[in-house]
């Protein structure tokens, strides 16, 4: 079935329709730029959200992604920046193939129907100027026919009347004769003209309108199979990008399963460890007796700390927490009640009262100086020194060997050097058209005193080190010869040092070291140890390992924590005793 069969009387219907098929194909060019531009606003503002959360370089923020906590959250801004992208690629792929493709294919559609419409119009046109031709011919032969039957109704009331001569007679017969042939050929083009308006008339119908109308009724399907493949191209569009959206969303959900919380408290600890010990107890100073008000020592024997760094201010409680308040002299709370003085003292004094303890505490309460109020001063305090001195002694020793492993590769490079010099110097020797070997003295010079800075350097720093090592630390330090392993230090968390350098006299008490620890030989395993969980390995002498992984202990644990194990491979390194499983031989 087709438009020109059974439309064929529905011109106006046809042609309001193909017009609304065009507009409909408008609206949706108008519906995918206005979806476009919101995907593009939408990227837009994600772009910005990310920007807005991302660390800037060298802040604070960008300092903690070393914690995977920080570091997943990074990954996901990295991953919604992606997938900002992706949506800006949808907006550009349905502008390109949608809205451009169907605005091009809307123009031609409009250019054709216009031109079918015309091709209509002419052909009605033309059938109504026959039409006319028709009807005017009708007429006259209308008219004709009338005037040729009064010219003989005349003649035949002359030729009648006795009073007519002949001549009148004749005359009026000739005239009859004229308008019967004038009617008669009025006749005749008024066939004719029939003739010819029924052939058009056939011809417009059957076969001038019928094509015209299939033709449009194509140019319609055709605009609707467009438009379905259209609206099929619009979820393709989304389709394709979808798989990268979705590794975007595992992005994201990876990073959350990355999250380590083990790890993260780890890395706090190996951060920012002072390495001093807790403070010890406050001694009772027992002002009734007039005894000296120096504090004495503390009762456990505490070594240096904190409050080493106070001078006099040493006696006095060193707090975790800071004070918000202003820095004045507070009362003791009541968990810090003083115990009672002993016995040995002496009776307490009449002045005393009746409450003798209340009058030692608004005695103490007077002379007591403002507490320290946290941790922050004692950062703050120190100036900056070139053996770190000022920082607390495991974050000294970190910076003292992250220095020498600096120092240590910077001078294998200039070793390197020197060497290759060396090597192009006996060349140009034995081949002197290779080159001059004289030329090559000011580098060799400039090498060599770079390599004597750098070991004078490094000697400095091995000796901080070593003396950084000596007050009942938890790590060990092993600083192994540049000619054996490219002046890379090993650093393990174990409580003893190793050091090419004389350790002083505080460090014997802790200093355990095996002279084999550096020899090819592999020493015996003593046991076997299962991970219990994942453990980065990031710091220096320390070894990586997963959850589930079996390796072999070479060196138990001394008391700090730390179990150095060996690989299959032969690699070898500390781990926190607390992450494995420890089965030791028997």
């Known amino acids: 079935m087709d438009w020109g069969t059974e439309l064929w009387d529905q011109y106006d219907v046809i042609e309001k329709h193909t017009l609304s098929g065009l507009d409909l194909v408008e609206k949706y060019i108008k519906f995918v730029k206005e979806r476009t531009e919101i995907e593009q606003t939408y990227a837009k503002q994600l772009r ?161 309108m019928p094509l015209i109308f299939n033709n449009l009724q194509d140019m319609d399907e055709r605009r609707m199979r467009k438009l379905a493949q259209a609206y099929i191209l619009y979820a393709d569009t989304e389709r394709h990008v979808m798989p990268i959206i979705g590794k975007c969303l595992e992005g994201i959900t990876r990073a959350g399963t990355n999250v380590n919380e083990k790890n993260d408290s780890l890395v706090l600890i190996e951060q920012h460890k002072s390495g001093f010990e807790r403070p010890g107890d406050l001694e009772f100073e027992d002002y009734s007796q007039g005894i000296n008000r120096a504090s004495s020592d503390s009762s456990l024997g505490t070594p240096k700390g904190p409050l080493d760094l106070l001078g006099k201010n040493k006696s006095k409680p060193f707090w975790l927490f800071s004070k918000k308040s202003k820095p004045s002299s507070s009362p003791l709370t009541p968990f810090s009640t003083p115990p009672a003085p002993s016995p040995a003292n002496g009776p307490p004094s009449p002045k005393f009262g009746r409450d003798p303890l209340s009058y030692c505490l608004k005695e103490i309460n007077k002379t007591v100086k403002p507490r320290i109020s946290s941790f922050r001063t004692l950062r703050r305090t120190p100036a900056a020194t070139e053996d770190f001195g000022h920082l607390p002694p495991e974050q000294r020793r970190k910076r003292l060997q992250q220095k020498i492993d600096d120092i240590s590769k910077e001078l294998q490079k200039e070793l390197d050097q020197s060497e290759a010099l060396g090597k192009m110097k006996d060349v140009y020797e034995k081949n002197p058209q290779m080159g001059d070997p004289a030329s090559l003295a000011p580098q060799i010079t400039q090498t060599t005193h770079s390599i004597e800075r750098l070991r004078g350097e490094l000697s400095k720093y091995e000796s901080w080190l070593a003396g950084a090592g000596g007050r009942g630390d938890s790590l060990r330090y092993s600083t192994h010869s540049l000619n054996n392993n490219t002046g890379n230090n090993v650093y393990s968390p174990d409580g003893a040092q190793s050091d090419e350098s004389t350790p002083d006299a505080s460090q014997a008490i802790y200093a355990e070291f095996d002279d084999d620890f550096e020899e090819e030989e592999l020493s015996t395993p003593i046991g076997q140890c299962t991970a219990l969980y994942n453990f980065p390995g990031s710091s220096e002498g320390t070894i990586s390992m997963q959850e589930g992984e079996v390796l072999a202990v070479v060196e138990e644990d001394k008391g700090d924590g730390w179990t150095r194990v060996r690989r299959n491979n032969g690699d070898e390194g500390y781990i926190p005793t607390s992450y494995a499983n420890i089965t030791l031989n028997k």
């Not at 802040?59 to 900002?84: G, P, V």
């Not at 169907?102 to 250019?111: P, V």
């Not at 006319?132 to 011919?137: A, G, T």
């Not at 308008?179 to 308006?197: F, P, S």
């Open 48 to 208: 910005n959200l990310t920007k807005k959360y991302s660390p800037k370089r060298g802040s604070k923020e960008e300092q903690e992604c070393r914690f995977s906590n920080h570091q997943s959250f990074l990954d996901i801004l990295n991953e919604m920046n992606d997938y900002a992208g992706q949506r800006e690629l949808i907006a550009e792929n349905m502008m390109m193939n949608i809205c451009i493709e169907l605005t091009k294919y809307l123009q031609e559609l409009k250019l054709e129907r216009k031109t079918h419409l015309s091709d209509g119009k002419k052909a009605q046109q033309s059938l109504e100027s026959t039409y006319k031709q028709l009807d005017n011919s009708k007429k006259r032969f209308e008219r004709e026919w009338r005037e040729a039957e009064k010219a003989a109704q005349y003649a035949e009331k002359t030729d009648q009347d006795i009073n007519a001569t002949k001549a009148d007679v004749e005359k009026a017969k000739q005239q009859a004769h004229m308008r019967a042939h004038i009617a008669e050929e009025c006749k005749n083009d008024y066939a004719a003209q029939l003739q010819k308006y029924n052939k058009e008339q056939n011809q417009f119908y059957f076969t001038d």
